[in-house]
């Protein structure tokens, strides 16, 4: 299986200069491109969009300059341009899973820039990469690559931070699982709520939120096109990239652990997009990354051998039962974090009681995909076989 590696880099003024040239080159044959697409009344194939888009365009003067970067990112632009549109075209049709895409948009030049080599544009030189026409860049190891790179992809973030993305081959990882199974509850404040009796707390970004805030109102008084207003803005980026990075190292290493100790990772489907909605917590909700840490999830139990994510039906009512006797109370309000059954008197934590049903769903539904061979809804039951025995309960 194919997966990417990413590290960090640090090119020479000279190198900043060339990456510069090369970004520029690779946003306006891909504007180029999309403008004759959006014109044009039949999708032109990638060969036809390389030939009027690159090859003739370096006969005039208008796009001469676009001789002096490697060929190989120019041509990968207008490769990727097609990709997109296919993509799109199959999220119309229905073909491709996911919410519905957008057609491709023009890029612009305060967004993350990114220039793809293959093989033949690239080289790996002990502990530098050498790109066409840009050098021997030093790289920060910070661990070795599994297998011989197929493509790599230079990577300039809105903050000013150059990264290579290697595209290597990996083999499964052999680990034993400690445990059958786990439930994993997401929240706000608790981010996870796992089924052990575990509660992982979210990191927290209100010091840098309130930091992004203040200069935000400074940017929106400084004038436009100034180099005190480019300055803002690279300091806000800087901000953002900080809190992605938190983030994303956070989700990283719960997602690991998760994976590698449990045979099967028990998860909620969150209507997130419908969540979001709500303007009091759409911030939050955001920032949390709860689809981030699925996407993780199901992505790292393929590179563990028998490993399974299971995301349960989103309908199932794991806060309306109890995990003991499976007695059905109904739904409660948010404010209560605390309940005592009815049927047995035992006393539940909310978050705590909601994993412990996820993953007896998750793992329902995994034993019956090996019955089977094929995912189908949890049969979880929603009341218990015998009526409550308690004085005013039918």
């Not at 510069?20 to 194939?45: I, T």
């Not at 036809?48 to 365009?57: H, N, R, S, V, W």
């Not at 990577?155 to 059958?180: C, H, M, T, W």
Request: glycine share 6%; net charge positive; proline share 5%.
């Amino acid at each position: 299986m194919k997966a990417r590696y990413q590290y960090r880099i640090y090119p020479t003024d000279q190198q900043r200069q060339d990456l510069a040239r090369l970004f520029g080159c690779c946003r306006v044959v891909w504007n180029d491109a999309l403008a004759l697409c959006r014109q044009s009344e039949k999708l032109p194939s990638p060969t036809e969009l390389q030939k009027i888009c690159i090859t003739q365009a370096k006969k005039t003067v208008e796009r001469e300059w676009l001789s002096e970067v490697s060929n190989i990112p120019l041509q990968q632009s207008i490769q990727d341009l097609g990709v997109a549109f296919s993509n799109f075209f199959k999220s119309l049709k229905g073909e491709r899973k996911g919410p519905k895409m957008k057609p491709p948009r023009f890029k612009k030049r305060l967004n993350q820039q990114s220039a793809r080599f293959r093989k033949g544009g690239f080289s790996l030189k002990g502990a530098k990469v050498y790109l066409a026409k840009i050098g021997d860049i030093k790289t920060k190891w910070s661990r070795p690559l599994p297998s011989e790179p197929s493509s790599v992809t230079v990577i300039k973030d809105p903050s000013g931070r150059y990264f290579l993305s290697f595209v290597v081959e990996i083999e499964p990882i052999q680990v034993d699982a400690e445990n059958q199974g786990i439930g994993v509850d997401l929240g706000l404040k608790i981010f996870a709520a796992l089924s052990t009796g575990e509660k992982v707390q979210s990191p927290g970004y209100a010091r840098l939120n309130r930091k992004i805030r203040r200069e935000q109102r400074k940017l929106a008084r400084r004038v436009k096109g100034s180099n005190r207003r480019e300055r803002v803005r690279l300091r806000i980026a800087k901000l953002k990239a900080k809190i992605s990075d938190i983030r994303k190292d956070f989700l990283h290493k719960l997602s690991t652990r998760l994976v590698r100790e449990n045979s099967v990772v028990a998860l909620e489907d969150l209507n997130v997009s419908g969540m979001v909605k709500n303007r009091c917590l759409a911030r939050a909700i955001s920032e949390a990354g709860w689809g981030t840490f699925r996407s993780m999830c199901e992505a790292k139990s393929t590179m563990v051998e028998e490993r399974q994510t299971i995301v349960i039906n989103r309908w199932e009512p794991t806060s309306q039962i109890c995990s003991e006797c499976r007695y059905r109370w109904g739904k409660l309000d948010l404010s209560v974090r605390e309940v005592v059954c009815l049927n047995c008197g035992s006393v539940h934590c909310r978050d705590g009681n909601a994993s412990k049903n996820i993953e007896t769903a998750g793992l329902e539904l995994a034993h019956a995909a090996k019955r089977t061979g094929r995912a189908c809804k949890t049969g979880l039951p929603a009341m218990p076989d015998e009526p409550s025995t308690c004085p005013g309960v039918a």
